[in-house]
């Protein structure tokens, strides 16, 4: 069983919906990425957290240690959203685990 | 501009031929890491360096070797490449580790025959 799941998989929707995106782990874990991969390969860190909520832009991440869960959220999406987008957290200090990613397609 | 660099970007090789892949930053970081990316397998962590000299492995480190004599360079070295290690490498920085916001070079497709 892979220490990361994401859900889900993938996700196609229309421009402006709601769109949310799940991580959970098995383990205790002390914080945790998330990450957006464009279809042309680039990865970009979007958030970095430990605890509660984070907001950029129509991106929110919210993680809760204790139920060992983060999602990230977009507001108002649109087609330049689309993207893979990762989760990963902390293994000791300085290791990073990843989830398999999330591929979302956002239609005009 | 601050950025991650890495050469090359594309590299078809074959078996057995050592090869090095360059990672540079100009941002000044301490922390910088190498990574693989597989289908189905995702992103995994090669090594990792906390500092000058200070390299340390992640999960996948067989095959590969790092260095870090320089602050700014972090190269990835195969000393005898096998067609497993076919894969889209990237390398990334932040300024102390993983605890700051990570930065990632462009990435490297790599073709072992």
């Known amino acids: 069983k892979n220490e990361v799941e994401q859900s889900p998989q993938n996700l196609t929707a229309q421009e402006g919906e709601f769109i949310t995106i799940n991580c959970s782990y098995s383990?205790?874990?002390?914080?945790l990425h998330w990450l957006q991969q464009h279809p042309g390969g680039g990865i970009v860190s979007l958030f970095m957290?430990?605890?509660g909520k984070k907001k950029h832009g129509r991106l929110i991440a919210t993680i809760n240690i204790q139920e060992k869960h983060s999602s990230l959220h977009i507001t108002a999406s649109h087609p330049r959203d689309s993207a893979v987008y990762i989760c990963a957290f902390h293994q000791g200090a300085q290791k990073l685990v990843f989830g398999q990613g999330t591929r979302l397609t956002i239609n005009p | 501009e601050a950025q991650v660099t890495q050469n090359p970007r594309y590299l078809i090789t074959v078996t057995g031929k050592k090869l090095t892949v360059t990672c540079s930053q100009n941002m000044n970081h301490e922390y910088m890491s190498w990574y693989r990316q597989d289908p189905g397998l995702g992103l995994r962590q090669i090594y990792y360096s906390m500092n000058v000299e200070v390299t340390d492995k992640g999960d996948v480190p067989e095959g590969y070797k790092v260095s870090r004599k320089e602050k700014r360079n972090f190269p990835l070295i195969l000393e005898s490449p096998s067609p497993n290690q076919t894969s889209l490498y990237f390398c990334?920085?932040?300024?102390?580790?993983?605890?700051?916001?990570?930065?990632f070079g462009p990435g490297t497709r790599l073709t072992v025959l």
């Open positions: 957290l430990s605890s």
């Open positions: 383990v205790g874990i002390s914080a």
């Open positions: 990334a920085s932040s300024r102390q580790g993983l605890y700051n916001e990570q930065f």
